[in-house]
């Protein structure tokens, strides 16, 4: 017998939660691989959303140009370490 999660892609045998996490974690890869190497239009995208890792963020202040840059900085809910703010008075 053929279990119903072979036919269909949005059902696994795996708890909701799990798949949530699944989910969630590669979308986080996916914004860090953008951060990194994708273009700005991308990543000014990246830099609107309303939460961000320290990982993505880290990568737009290296990889990003200016008007990624100033994303950041307008925003309230992000602090900029002091590496940061080093990898943005580098680039």
């Not at 989910?23 to 939460?51: C, E, T």
């Amino acid at each position: 017998m053929i279990s119903w999660s072979f036919w269909h892609p949005t059902r696994t045998n795996s708890p909701p939660i799990r798949r949530f996490v699944a989910v969630q974690g590669f979308l986080w890869i996916s914004f860090l691989r953008v951060a990194r190497s994708g273009p700005d239009s991308l990543r000014k995208a990246i830099a609107n959303r309303p939460s961000l890792r320290e990982s993505v963020i880290s990568a737009l202040c290296q990889h990003a140009g200016a008007n990624v840059i100033s994303i950041l900085l307008d925003r309230d809910d992000v602090t900029l370490t002091q590496a940061q703010q080093t990898k943005i008075e580098l680039s």
